[in-house]
């Protein structure tokens, strides 16, 4: 069983930069899939950006799509989420999930971290 550790999360002027990484231990991450969700005060959690086991493939959401930048390193077990021109309405927690299968669908995923917040401001 993987365990999930976020990292990296903070608060940050509009138009700034974080990058969070998800650090994975109990289990060689290369075999699962990985994504990054969010889940802002009263709304649902949200897709944010997904990466297949190797890397070779991503997926992100279209509110982040050019912004953020899903990435990993399997020889360090540590997925990483560069989120640039960060906007206010980024603000949330950010959650770091894994599964052996690839999925867009926060449902889908067994694994989850604890989650960082992110915070923008204006």
């Known amino acids: 069983q993987v365990q999930l550790k976020e990292s990296g999360g903070g608060l940050a002027q509009a138009g700034g930069s974080l990058r969070l990484s998800c650090a994975a231990s109990?289990?060689?991450?290369?075999?699962?899939?990985m994504g990054w969700f969010r889940q802002a005060t009263g709304k649902e959690r949200e897709l944010v950006a997904t990466?297949?086991?190797?890397?070779?493939?991503?997926h992100y959401a279209d509110s982040v799509k050019g912004r953020f930048t899903i990435s990993r390193d399997n020889a360090k077990n540590t997925v990483y989420l560069q989120m640039d021109s960060l906007k206010p309405e980024d603000t949330a927690v950010y959650y770091c999930?894994?599964?052996?299968?690839?999925?867009?669908?926060?449902?889908?995923?067994?694994?989850w971290g604890q989650g960082t917040q992110v915070t923008v401001s204006s």
């Open positions: 109990g289990g060689t991450s290369s075999s699962y899939s």
């Open positions: 990466i297949s086991r190797s890397g070779g493939s991503t």
């Open positions: 999930a894994a599964d052996l299968l690839y999925s867009d669908s926060a449902g889908a995923y067994t694994y």
